[in-house]
């Protein structure tokens, strides 16, 4: 996971883990919406070159383990996530919406933090897998 992205004048590891929950904590995350949530971010990956390495699910919650270019604030990620998902969701799985009323998908707070160099990987993904009460399931994996 700890790959350096190397540009012309720089070299980083920059590595968060991002939970986003659905709106008033509906269980909406179907086959179908996860397997969106997972398309849209490979889009998001050669558009903005924002990595995802995982992205896991615990029933109305996303886990996001991401490592992006110094370039973005970590708010501008969570808002190019979060907005460009939800459009595509309520645009692919028009049925959402229904459970959904007012048109927003993610609930509007998000919780994120830095992943260090010195932090397994492993660690991370336990910590994720313990917070899902079993109920936890990896939706991508990005093994290169």
């Keep these: 996971m700890n790959k350096q992205i190397s540009k012309s004048h720089n070299k980083t590891i ?19 919406v996860l397997h ?38 970590p708010t501008q990620i ?11 969701i309520f645009k692919i799985n028009p049925e959402v919406k229904k ?10 707070g998000y919780w994120m933090v830095t992943v260090g160099q010195n932090q397994p990987e492993l660690s991370i993904k336990e910590y994720v ?3 899902g009460n079993g109920n936890y399931k990896i939706i991508y994996k990005n093994d290169k």
């Design 78 to 88: 969570v808002t190019i996530i979060k907005s460009v998902t939800a459009r595509m």
């Design 36 to 73: 969106t949530i997972v398309k849209v971010c490979l889009e998001l990956e050669k558009k903005y070159g924002i990595y995802f390495v995982q992205i896991g699910t615990d029933i109305n919650t996303i886990h996001y383990l991401i490592q992006t270019l110094p370039k973005y604030s």
């Design 14 to 32: 920059l590595i968060y883990h991002l939970v986003c929950t659905v709106k008033y904590r509906k269980s909406v995350l179907t086959d179908a």
């Design 129 to 131: 897998h313990d917070k």
């Design 99 to 108: 459970e959904l009323w007012g048109g927003e998908f993610w609930s509007d």
